[in-house]
């Protein structure tokens, strides 16, 4: 690939990276797909081109072909922490809970020093699949678990307050005779 190429497709990333992350309505996204997809004729073996691909088409609520995009990504890059991840999150829309958290859970073993910015996101997820799967004690200790290695995630908070909450209320007993 040539320096004017190796530009054109960096330039083509940013603007679609900038287009999906301050949209304001789907010809944003439209455009994004356009300039990713350009990206993708320059270089078509790039997994980080194929995430962003894949984001953009989850925002467009096209779950098949976002999914498609993230098996690019993970086939191009199969050790890929946030590979595997986006491959999650769009299992996990598509209510494939089950290959969701086999996805999360292989995000989180190929995540490294480098992958950390990525943390908080991959125990929101597997917290979420988890509660999706009816598994609320397992969801909460994947929240605990996440505080404890991102203590200041908003995300995380927000995400183990209701099953707190729901653990409690239901820990409530109602006592025979007790209102009269």
Same mark, same amino acid.
């Given at each position: 690939?040539?320096?004017?190429?190796?530009?054109?497709?960096?330039?083509?990333?940013?603007?679609?990276?900038?287009? +999906?992350?301050?949209?304001?309505?789907?010809?944003?996204?439209?455009?994004?797909?356009?300039?990713?997809?350009?990206?993708?004729?320059? @270089?078509?073996?790039?997994?980080?081109?194929?995430? /962003?691909?894949?984001?953009?088409?989850?925002? +467009?609520?096209?779950?098949?072909?976002?999914?498609?995009?993230?098996? =690019?990504?993970?086939?191009?890059?199969?050790?890929?922490?946030?590979?595997?991840?986006? &491959?999650?999150?769009?299992?996990?829309? =598509? *209510?494939?809970?089950?290959?969701? +958290?086999?996805?999360? *859970?292989?995000?989180?073993?190929?995540?490294?020093?480098?992958?950390?910015?990525?943390?908080?996101?991959?125990?929101? *997820?597997?917290?979420?699949? /988890?509660?999706?799967?009816?598994?609320?004690?397992?969801? =909460?200790?994947?929240?605990?678990?996440?505080? &404890?290695?991102?203590?200041?995630?908003?995300? /995380?908070?927000?995400? +183990? *307050?209701?099953? @707190?909450?729901? @653990? =409690? @209320?239901?820990?409530?007993?109602?006592?025979?005779?007790?209102? &009269?």
């Amino acid at each position: 690939m040539s320096a004017i190429q190796q530009d054109e497709f960096d330039d083509c990333l940013e603007m679609a990276r900038a287009l +999906l992350g301050g949209y304001e309505g789907a010809g944003d996204l439209w455009e994004a797909n356009e300039y990713i997809n350009r990206a993708l004729r320059l @270089r078509p073996t790039d997994p980080e081109a194929w995430i /962003l691909k894949s984001q953009i088409l989850s925002s +467009l609520d096209d779950d098949p072909a976002a999914l498609a995009a993230s098996e =690019m990504a993970v086939r191009r890059a199969p050790r890929s922490a946030e590979a595997h991840y986006v &491959r999650g999150a769009v299992l996990a829309d =598509m *209510e494939r809970y089950a290959d969701a +958290l086999k996805a999360v *859970e292989r995000s989180f073993r190929h995540s490294g020093k480098d992958d950390d910015w990525l943390l908080e996101d991959l125990y929101y *997820e597997k917290a979420a699949i /988890l509660d999706a799967l009816n598994r609320a004690d397992e969801a =909460m200790a994947t929240f605990e678990i996440g505080l &404890r290695r991102c203590p200041g995630s908003a995300l /995380l908070k927000a995400g +183990l *307050e209701p099953l @707190r909450r729901e @653990r =409690m @209320r239901r820990s409530f007993r109602v006592i025979p005779g007790g209102l &009269r």
